[in-house]
């Protein structure tokens, strides 16, 4: 075979390209993608979770009346309730039998019951702090049939209190105060948490994973030149200069 002649001492047209140094640059393509992945998922997962821990408390809101009424109207043997009758106007034991089926709910610490006038008409609790609660906004919205709602975080701890009215043929007739528990609420949430990040962990590795078993099936398929090509009579011409 007939060795190339380069006709054009004076012009250099060696192509040699430099090796491509695969592992560096398969180590910098794969630590430039886990930090964008990790980046997104991270963004993702405090979205995501801002909306499951308003989903839960919304869950938690509407969790109690029903049962709070439940416990209200209940039939007991001893002391029958008295259809339409208002919290006022129940006697001091059942009062004390109804904060104590309250208190038997799942979560529930402190219990009172309030009449419409701002009034405690029974507690679970002597100090438990109630003051001023004509005047309380959210125990005016249960006044109007609505649930009322404040909660507080502590150390990370989530602390719920609720207004529930309690209805007689859709009518109010009284207010349950109901405080959860701090770890109740607390360890619904951080089990939330735990399965949230334990998916977005493992579907990005996943990703992570199948992008750089493809990535590294592809570069290992590219061709790569590090020795020089010889320049034939034909491709001199070609790219001789006018």
């Not at 990370?156 to 701090?182: A, H, Q, R």
Request: charged share 25%.
């Amino acid at each position: 075979m007939t060795e190339p002649v380069n006709n054009y001492p004076d012009k250099e047209f060696n192509v040699k390209t430099k090796p491509v140094r695969r592992k560096a640059f398969i180590v910098y393509y794969a630590v430039i993608l886990l930090l964008i992945i990790t980046a997104f998922l991270s963004l993702a997962g405090f979205v995501i979770l801002r909306y499951q821990e308003k989903n839960l408390l919304l869950a938690h809101i509407e969790f109690y009346p029903e049962l709070i009424n439940l416990v209200v109207d209940k039939q007991y043997e001893s002391i029958p309730p008295v259809k339409g009758e208002s919290l006022e106007s129940i006697t001091a034991e059942r009062l004390q039998f109804t904060i104590i089926e309250i208190l038997g709910l799942k979560g529930v610490k402190e219990a009172a019951l309030i009449n419409l006038k701002g009034e405690i008409l029974s507690r679970s609790d002597v100090n438990l702090p109630l003051k001023n609660i004509s005047d309380n906004p959210q125990y005016i919205k249960a006044k109007t049939g609505e649930t009322g709602y404040e909660y507080t975080i502590n150390d990370g701890l989530f602390s719920l209190g609720l207004y529930i009215p309690v209805k007689s043929d859709d009518i109010v007739t009284g207010i349950v105060y109901i405080l959860e528990g701090e770890g109740h609420l607390s360890s619904v949430i951080h089990d939330s948490r735990l399965t949230v990040w334990g998916a977005i962990s493992f579907c990005g590795l996943l990703l992570y994973l199948v992008i750089i078993y493809l990535f590294c099936n592809s570069h290992k398929k590219r061709p790569v030149i590090d020795e020089p090509v010889p320049l034939s009579d034909e491709l001199l011409e070609d790219v001789k200069p006018d």
